[in-house]
């Protein structure tokens, strides 16, 4: 009996989350967890094929590069087409690449810079996760919205790029702090589990 009322609750629960989940099916999230070293190179990122690297060269067709070799700065370059969010962002005094707040929405009608951005602690918070926005441009030729993490130590020279999230449907925003449902996989895998031991 008891077994019976668990496979019905984690099978309901298991398609509640798969719905939920459908609706941002389109995000692709990637844990980066990489330092940008604090040199004049930086970081050389693909957004879409999930690769990085020191130069420019080693990383084809990269669509981001932060990098600065200053403890109170940190400078971006972005690929033609693409780059970060402006603004001034949470930190509220410098315009350049925002620090932006959980649920800012990415997309065409933000403001975006490709040239060589700085910003500072007074724009960035340090000690915290800073959230910035971007847009790339797909090896098919179009514009994706995205949204990164990048953690601030005591210095804007201590930096790791946590992780970065885009919208995989062209032209299509995204809100900042959206993830995919993680938990819709493991409860269907309860749901199974469930209906086995009841057999």
Known sequence: MLSNRLTKHFAAAAA???????????IVHWDVNLVVPNNIDGLYINVETQTTG??????????????????????????TGGGCVTGTGQGGTT???????????????????NTASSVTAGGWLLNANNY???????????????????????????????????ENVAGTAITVGTVPAPGAIALLGLAGLAARRRR
Do not use: C, E
């Not at 509640?16 to 389109?26: L, M």
């Not at 315009?95 to 810079?113: C, D, H, N, P, Y």
């Open 95 to 113: 315009v350049a690449v925002a620090s932006l707040s959980m649920g800012s929405i990415v997309g065409a009608a933000s403001t975006f810079g």
């Open 132 to 166: 910035f926005g971007f847009r790339f441009v797909g090896a098919d030729g179009a514009t994706r919205y995205g949204f990164g993490v990048m953690a601030i130590g005591a210095s804007m020279g201590s930096r790791t790029l946590v992780s970065l999230d885009y």
């Open 16 to 26: 509640v989350t798969v719905v939920a989940g459908a609706a941002n099916a389109a």
């Open 54 to 79: 020191s130069a420019a060269s080693v990383v084809p067709g990269w669509d981001l590069n932060p990098y600065g070799t200053s403890t109170t700065a940190m400078s971006w370059f972005g690929a």
